[in-house]
């Protein structure tokens, strides 16, 4: 996670200089967006809340995105992060919302990704989606690059 910390550095200081809020939804990162973000001290003043969305029953609880807002759409793909991504903005109600979804590894997903396919994707008075191919079956690798991804997609929207 060190390799992060930088990143949520910086998304930490314009965030709390602007006295804004962030929001995130993660699925295969697994929690190392919103810890990364949280290890920066005085994280109460810009994180309000995160939640690892890594299952249909997850995305029920946790999203409550509902099934019509589904409709023609699958996860691990760039329009269900940006979803995922203003679900948690409205949800939460913050300045901005980063979300991710993807298959790690070691195979790939159920819906035909293969391992090291992320999507990831910011909501807030910028919005912005992105596809990450790392070509890697590394799970843990794959995890770390996914955040990385992400936590940039996100610094360039504060930009």
């Known amino acids: 996670m060190q390799d992060l910390l930088p990143l949520a550095a910086a998304i930490a200081e314009r965030l709390k200089a602007r006295g804004e809020t962030v929001a995130v939804a993660e699925s295969s990162t697994g929690g190392l967006i919103s810890a990364a973000l949280l290890a920066v001290p005085g994280a109460s003043a810009y994180f309000v809340g995160g939640a690892v969305v890594y299952t249909r029953q997850a995305r029920r609880a946790l999203l409550d995105i509902p099934d019509a807002a589904l409709a023609g759409m699958r996860a ?72 990385a991804a992400a936590l940039t997609l996100l610094r360039e929207c504060l930009a």
């Open 76 to 147: 691990s793909t760039e329009p269900y992060a940006l979803l995922a991504a203003r679900t948690a903005r409205q949800r939460l109600q913050t300045s901005w919302a980063l979300a991710e979804t993807g298959a790690t590894g070691p195979t790939g997903n159920r819906y035909g990704d293969a391992a090291g396919h992320s999507c990831f994707a910011v909501a807030g008075t910028t919005e912005r989606s992105r596809t990450l191919e790392t070509g890697s079956a590394d799970r843990a690798a794959n995890m770390r690059a996914f955040a």
